[in-house]
């Protein structure tokens, strides 16, 4: 659109959400409706999105809309406008950060009557949160507000009667988990720093995996496998960052141990190797952990449904069992540790399972996990 044309919607808009004065206080709800809607089908265009993020006050107008219009028509709408307008490269993107925009985004996520509404405004703010200087806005903004909105809507407590709703509230489900592995990935300090203290994210992530093997009604609907993946990703991601003597390592141990029936990936097994790698301080807090090592033992154990899974299920168990060896193998060499896993006895069956069959050779490593791991350990029974 030329400047013309843009300052002639943006002073009718301003008129939409309330002036002093002018047209705004004579507009019809349909003209209100029609206004919206020009500025939603013009965001929609990638030529104009720059012009428009740029042209003051335009983003917070639409803002405004969500939380002063009464109409859930024009609410819905306005979501779409800013879902579209965030659509932009990250060039674009910081312009979408404000605080009067975090908030709005925060109310379209809790909105309870459109499944719709709180995908656009899902997608919106996976879209703001790929600029990383803006995740640490998102983080910080009412002291993780945002992260606790994204959490509630990964969880899926909301259901629908309807399936084109409940299709759209699993849409919305793996935007929220996307959104939450872009953040973890983040090379901003903070945000990772905040998002590993925040209380309840790391076991919610945990939960969404466990979802099929709970019966509480309040766990919400089994997530797809898309939520899920993002969901142990984003486990894994924490696993690489937090270390002792962080608060959040508990947390995050007792969500790897949740997690660990979890099987269709890696990722959690994985997580485990990368946590006893990655500094030795680890090791000894995770081998005294309730239920740790049970849980490594599961995993570097051959499944009794091997013989039943297909060629890729079973590539995938193997891959798990050597991730849970390797992490067996690393907390093995931690003189103080060492005394913990000789006197588990599912540490030791795993490990001896493994010295007769194919996990006792790992493909690509000169030495071998398993005998080393049990010289460290039978001395130390």
């Not at 740029?54 to 983003?59: D, E, F």
């Not at 203290?197 to 009604?217: C, F, I, S």
């Not at 005394?339 to 050779?361: H, K, P, R, V």
Request: hydrophobic share 40%; aromatic share 2%; net charge negative.
């Amino acid at each position: 659109p030329t400047s013309t044309s843009t300052t002639s919607t943006i002073s009718g808009f301003n008129g939409v959400v309330g002036a002093a004065s002018g047209t705004g206080l004579v507009m019809t709800e349909a003209a209100r409706f029609n206004t919206i809607a020009t500025l939603t089908n013009l965001a929609a265009s990638e030529d104009n999105r720059s012009t428009m993020l740029h042209t003051p006050s335009l983003v917070d107008n639409i803002a405004r809309i969500v939380q002063n219009e009464r109409s859930d028509v024009a609410r819905q709408c306005s979501a779409l406008a800013i879902m579209n307008l965030s659509n932009g490269d990250k060039d674009h993107v910081p312009e979408m950060a404000s605080e009067l925009l975090l908030e709005t985004l925060v109310l379209l996520l809790q909105d309870e009557t459109s499944p719709e509404t709180r995908r656009n405004a899902a997608v919106a703010l996976f879209n703001v949160a790929c600029a990383d200087e803006n995740t640490v806005r998102v983080v910080r903004y009412k002291d993780g507000v945002i992260l606790d909105a994204l959490l509630e809507m990964l969880l899926g407590r909301k259901k629908s009667d309807h399936d084109e709703q409940e299709e759209t509230n699993s849409s919305s489900r793996a935007d929220a988990a996307e959104t939450l592995f872009n953040m973890a990935c983040s090379e901003s300090e903070e945000t990772t720093t905040r998002m590993a203290k925040h209380a309840g994210l790391l076991d919610g992530l945990a939960n969404v995996l466990v979802q099929n093997n709970n019966n509480n009604n309040n766990a919400g609907a089994v997530a797809s496998i898309d939520v899920q993946l993002y969901c142990a990703a984003t486990l894994r991601r924490m696993a690489e960052l937090i270390h002792a003597p962080m608060a959040s390592q508990g947390p995050l141990l007792s969500s790897l141990v949740k997690a660990s029936t979890w099987t269709k990936a890696t990722d959690i097994a994985e997580a485990m190797e990368s946590h006893a790698t990655a500094a030795l301080e680890n090791r000894y807090p995770m081998a005294e952990h309730f239920g740790l090592l049970n849980a490594l033992a599961r995993m570097a154990s051959p499944s009794d449904n091997d013989n039943d899974t297909t060629t890729m299920e079973t590539a995938e168990s193997i891959k798990i069992r050597q991730s849970a060896i390797h992490a067996i193998e690393k907390l093995a060499r931690d003189q103080d540790a060492r005394t913990l896993l000789a006197n588990n006895e599912n540490i030791m069956m795993a490990l001896t399972q493994a010295s007769y069959g194919m996990d006792a050779t790992v493909e690509g490593h000169e030495s071998n996990p398993v005998q080393i791991a049990l010289k460290h350990l039978v001395p130390a029974m």
